[in-house]
């Protein structure tokens, strides 16, 4: 955690924030998913809703700190991206010292799960929607560059259509 700390957020209680300035490109820190959920039913509403990543092939994880308290933003600084096998939290643009860390929750999303949205960003949607194909064309569009391999590979039927919208 030494490249990032938790406090407050303005956004939503706490949040990840810079310890120093990051690069484009550049990994802010690892995601630890060796906490992998065998039954969702065992989990309480909120841990389902707030703490825990849907990822490939149905893998489950229950997310630990920091990355639990990186916080949702319609205009995001970060992305996640599994680079051999493990996933990276990685700068979209530069970030400076002090600045909140935070990803858009509907990049990779396929969930319905809605919620109002606090991020205060002049593009805030007000409306938190999971499913990534429910998001605004242009946004879909903004966000394939960021988008896991699973997920491509998942949706490419959706994907290769969104794209064709590019040509």
Known sequence: MENVVLKKSKIHGNGV???????????????????????????????LQFDCDFLANGKVVLMKEPERSINHSCDPNTYVKTINGIRHVLAMKGIRKGEEVTYDYAVNGDN????????????????????????PKEIQIKYLPFLEDWFAKQFSGELEKLRKVLK
């Open 17 to 47: 924030f810079a310890n120093r300035d990051f690069k484009k490109e550049e990994t802010i820190l690892l995601i630890d998913d060796s906490d992998v959920v065998t039954d969702t039913s065992k989990l309480t509403e909120k841990q």
């Open 112 to 135: 319905e799960g809605t919620f109002i949205c606090h991020c205060g960003s002049k593009n805030c949607r007000k409306v938190y929607q999971g499913n990534f194909f429910k998001l």
